[in-house]
């Protein structure tokens, strides 16, 4: 160990003599360095790799030339510091990567060139956000994909602090401006307070937030701005919809000649409603089955609205057509209103004298899963998933044994006939089965269930676990005395069991989830 740390020193005092610029890295002193240090570009190589030499004078070239900006250039001898290279996953030599506040950024140009290691580490460290004038401007929207410009008042706003926490969030992936000139702002049609997303191969009109910006104005303005005009309804984007905080209008077809009459009209009405209302085609054919969700006649086309917080539908009636008009009806009198709600949701047979297990449907979800005063774990169950129907008797008999009543309900709800009323993460269900334990107090912070063991002593010690009430379990008599003296025994069994039937629930669980829409 002393040979090598001497050995280290003296690589260091060698290097450092030849080119002052870069930072000789350890594994005493590297996480301390890339934390203090804002920029840092490392390279990683063994001096005894013949294209470590060949790179050196490339990588000191670039080093010399941007010595007064604000990176720092470091290496790392893998031979010497093999920890720090495994640790960072280095699997070639050379490797360069940027530190950048917390990112890591991998740098993969063709060649090692002076040239491109400026180039790249220029186009992740210029500053997140830019002030332009009206020239500047030009060339950046010629040069950018996706630019986000904002008008704001001052520097000396909460705007430009929220604008720039947010640039700084999303840099990589859009390009902030800002302008504080009330004439340029003018000369794009906009006033100040007001913010531009700008897209290179738009031919619509672009997006504007009118708004004053906050971060969650901002973020959710790019959320949506950046979504096509009306897309396909897919597995992919679903989920992404339902999470946006603007009513969903749906269209129901199989047919292409639908898309190119209705479609294209209600393309135009959602060119008006653009950032108050997304629009998605569902295309039924591909969705078969499951489109049945939905809760609406199988009979197309068809249309439908859905409310993103309480999840509720809005039905439009088509007796009378899909004339652009009775569309533009449907759409004022749904925000007027005037449209009956409903949610997809199955009747109820009364429970049974004795049994504990609550079977709810869309309606009543929120009265037994949301009661605060209670610990409620749901079953979020589907007729087709094996471990959802196994796990019923043993949720049965553990709704009789959990105790006391007035604090704990174990309940289910079948996620195919019902919605899940509320917003995510109660109506998040990504595969069968997915349960949930609904804290009492806080029904905000939800647990789900960690594993793919449906056993009941799993469940009482996932309940017991997390439970804020004080819940406990009492076993029935004639069972204990049944199990009495062949515990062992049974217990074992039960292992062996557990472990056969792992395997086969993991593919389960993977095909029902290829299903979920
Ligand atoms: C911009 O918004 C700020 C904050 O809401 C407000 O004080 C200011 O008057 C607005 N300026 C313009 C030009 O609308
Ligand atoms: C939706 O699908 C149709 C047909 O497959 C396609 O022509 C269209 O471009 C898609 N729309 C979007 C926004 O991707």
Redesign the pocket.
């Known amino acids: 160990m002393k040979a090598l740390s001497l050995l280290s020193l003296f690589i260091t005092t060698l290097s450092a003599a030849r080119a002052v610029t870069i930072k000789n890295l350890n594994e005493d002193d590297f996480f301390p360095f890339i934390d203090s240090n804002p920029n840092v570009f490392v390279k990683y190589c063994a001096p005894w790799y013949s294209k470590c030499g060949e790179v050196q004078s490339e990588f000191e070239k670039a080093a010399e030339e941007l010595k007064d900006s604000k990176i720092i250039f470091a290496q790392v001898d893998c031979t010497l510091e093999q920890e720090i290279c495994i640790n960072n996953g280095v699997n070639k030599y050379p490797k360069f990567e940027l530190h950048r506040e917390g990112d890591i950024l991998e740098f993969r140009y063709k060649e090692d060139t002076a040239e491109n290691f400026k180039t790249f580490i220029n186009s992740f460290t210029s500053p997140s956000l830019t002030e332009v004038d009206e020239e500047t401007l030009e060339t950046i929207k010629k040069e950018n994909d996706k630019v986000i410009l904002a008008f704001?008042?001052s520097k000396d706003?909460?705007?430009y602090q929220s604008l720039y926490r947010v640039s700084q969030k999303l840099r990589d992936e859009y390009k902030f401006v800002f302008s504080t000139d009330?004439k340029l702002a003018k000369k794009n049609n906009v006033?100040?307070?007001n913010t531009i997303f700008v897209k290179k191969f738009n031919t619509e009109k672009n997006d504007v937030l009118v708004e004053?910006i906050t971060d969650d104005i901002l973020t959710t303005f790019i959320n949506t701005a950046k979504l096509p005009l009306m897309d396909n309804l897919s597995s992919a984007n679903y989920n992404n919809y339902l999470d946006l905080e603007i009513p969903l209008f749906y269209f129901f077809t199989e047919k292409q000649e639908d898309i190119d009459t209705i479609g294209k009209n209600i393309e135009e009405i959602a060119r008006k409603y653009r950032l108050k209302m997304n629009f998605i085609y569902v295309d039924t054919e591909k969705y078969g089955e499951s489109v049945e969700n939905f809760g609406i006649e199988k009979k197309w086309p068809a249309i439908l609205i859905q409310d993103p917080k309480s999840k509720l539908k809005y039905s439009y009636d088509s007796t009378d057509g899909f004339d652009k008009e009775f569309i533009q009806k449907f759409i004022n009198d749904y925000f007027d209103g005037k449209i009956k709600s409903f949610y997809h949701s199955e009747n109820l047979e009364p429970r049974k004298p004795n049994d504990y297990l609550i079977r709810m449907n869309a309606y009543t979800f929120e009265e037994v899963a949301l009661d605060i005063t209670k610990d409620v774990f749901v079953l979020f169950y589907a007729e087709y998933c094996k471990p959802c129907r196994e796990s019923l008797p043993i949720l049965r008999e553990i709704a009789a044994e959990a105790e006391p009543k007035d604090k704990i309900t174990i309940a289910y709800i079948d996620a195919t006939l019902n919605d899940i009323p509320g917003k995510s993460p109660f109506n998040k269900i990504d595969g069968f089965p997915t349960m949930v334990l609904f804290r009492a107090n806080r029904k905000n912070e939800p647990v789900l269930y960690p594993t793919n063991d449906y056993y009941k002593s799993d469940y009482i010690d996932f309940i017991s676990q997390y439970s804020l009430n004080d819940i406990t379990f009492e076993k029935k008599e004639e069972e204990e005395e049944e199990s009495n003296g062949e515990e062992d025994n049974e217990e074992s069994k039960e292992e062996e069991k557990k472990e056969e039937k792992k395997e086969e629930k993991k593919e389960e669980k993977k095909e029902e989830k290829k299903d979920e829409l």
Request: proline letters at 10%.
């Open positions: 704001i008042k706003s909460d705007e009330e006033e100040l307070n004053p």
